[in-house]
């Protein structure tokens, strides 16, 4: 083993085959895990005390919201809903500069490094400046870059494509102005980033590409665009938000008769590389063909929650034999454990009884969950994460087996702590490509940060 490489020995790690006592991991000067063993190297090797766990992608972020969490929930109208909420959202959007989105990013992604999330995929479509031509590259995909690199979290961005206000290819409102790209510059600009990128070689950072959903992109540009992408980047990752809204559902019906679902399957278009945000309005129908469609569905509960969308079937895609994985969309919560606690609770107080999602083969539902939502998001974010093993990153979280959530915890129950037990607390390091980004639960920028972001606050709040 060359001298370049760092040793780690575990006293204990989830591996891809279950939990293993005394294991050794290297890792080269990329952050990436060259061997693992009982003994792998000559070379002396750092302890490292406590529960080791593959750190979680979070598939689906809008960075920028982060400055909306806890400021809407006070009754605005007689019906307040998902609809009345976007109207906030636009009102934020349309105030915030590149500067600005880059502060407001920085914080969310030390809250996530902080709560166990490694790698984020940032779903973005606030493209245009406020009062200037579009800059190439814009702006704004370079400050949510920088943020990445500042926090120290694993990203890829996903450019979103957004052209109509609503199914009917609708003109786009005024304060949807900021989001607009042309499909020939969308594809331009995709495709010298993704050039820039090959050059520079990252380990943490890579780019994908989003339709926003079928209301602002019709079927026929999504799966021309589609098609272009496929031909820069055959693996990259392309993400769509689709079914969150019952009257989404019924307005594509309307206007195209036909459900979303329905009518993104008959693209052809959807593969292994496609990540399909909500669905929360799918039929058993769908999500068995988005199972077998090989796509990964992006479940974002606390969101999905709080904006009274509707109950994902998490049961019957899983039944259907369906990848998923979770994310912290709004940033209404910032925390990997409360997205897999409500998406078990949510299958329990429907069907009135306990342990709803365990796997066939793993008992503890607090481990199945961990697992499967950190596979399925390394699929989204299309970055070798999401297991400990020879060829993935080292992005991991060391759990400390001394904090009262995790008081008498074996090893197997860790993670059941960790979710169900109020384990956060519980995370002592969080690791990103070998580097420590999180150590002794600090992250190194969380002072500045922190202090930037509230003094951000305030100037928004001022009238
Ligand atoms: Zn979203």
């Known amino acids: 083993m060359r001298a370049s490489t760092q040793g780690y020995r575990f006293d204990w790690v989830l591996l891809p085959r279950g939990w293993a006592q005394d294991v050794e991991v290297r890792v080269d000067q990329a952050g990436m895990i060259v061997a693992l063993g009982e003994s792998v190297a000559a070379e002396p090797a750092r302890r490292v005390r406590g529960y080791v766990v593959p750190g979680m992608p979070n598939a689906h972020s809008h960075a920028f919201q982060r400055a909306l969490a806890g400021k809407t929930e006070f009754r605005a109208h007689a019906k307040d809903s998902f609809w009345t909420w976007r109207s906030a959202m636009y009102r934020l959007a349309n105030r915030l500069d590149e500067e600005q989105m880059r502060i407001i990013a920085t914080q969310a992604y030390v809250e996530m490094l902080k709560a166990g999330y490694t ?30 690199r500042d926090a120290g979290i694993g990203f890829t961005l996903l450019p979103t494509l957004y052209q109509h206000a609503d199914f009917g ?182 069907r009135r009884r306990r342990i709803a999602l365990a796997g066939e083969e793993e008992p503890h539902v607090g481990t199945h969950l961990w697992r499967t939502a950190a596979q399925g998001g390394a699929r989204a974010l299309g970055q070798p994460v999401g297991e400990i093993a020879v060829g993935r990153r080292a992005d991991w979280l060391v759990l400390d087996p001394d904090h009262p959530a995790l008081a008498g915890a074996s090893p197997q129950a860790a993670l059941d702590h960790l979710v169900f037990g109020g384990g956060r607390a519980a995370i002592r390091d969080c690791v990103v490509a070998g580097q420590w980004v999180v150590a002794d639960g600090r992250h190194a920028l969380e002072q500045p940060s922190s202090g930037a972001f509230s003094a951000l606050m305030q100037r928004l709040a001022a009238p």
Do not use: K
């Open 119 to 148: 790698s984020v995929a940032e779903f973005h479509y606030l493209h245009r400046p406020r009062e200037a031509e579009l800059s190439s590259p814009p702006r704004s995909w370079q400050a949510l870059g920088e943020a990445a």
């Open 169 to 350: 290819a609708a003109p786009l409102r005024a304060e949807q102005r900021r989001f607009q790209l042309d499909s020939e510059r969308f594809v331009e600009e995709l495709e010298r980033r993704i050039a820039a990128e090959r050059r520079a070689g990252s380990a943490t950072q890579r780019t994908g590409a989003a339709f926003h959903s079928l209301r602002a992109v019709d079927a026929g540009t999504l799966r021309e665009v589609a098609a272009r992408l496929r031909a820069i980047d055959p693996q990259m990752p392309v993400h769509v938000h689709v079914a969150e809204q019952a009257l989404e559902v019924r307005a594509c019906q309307r206007a195209t008769g036909a459900r979303p679902i329905e009518l993104l399957l008959r693209t052809g278009a959807l593969d292994d590389r496609w990540c399909l945000v909500h669905c929360t309005h799918a039929n058993r129908e769908e999500l068995a063909a988005i199972a077998s469609s090989g796509a990964v569905i992006c479940i974002a509960t606390t969101t999905e929650a709080n904006l009274g969308d509707g109950f994902f079937d998490a049961r019957a895609y899983a039944r259907a034999g369906g990848r998923w994985c979770i994310g912290s969309d709004s940033h209404i919560g910032i925390d990997p454990s409360e997205e897999l606690r409500w998406l078990e609770y949510e299958q329990r107080l429907r």
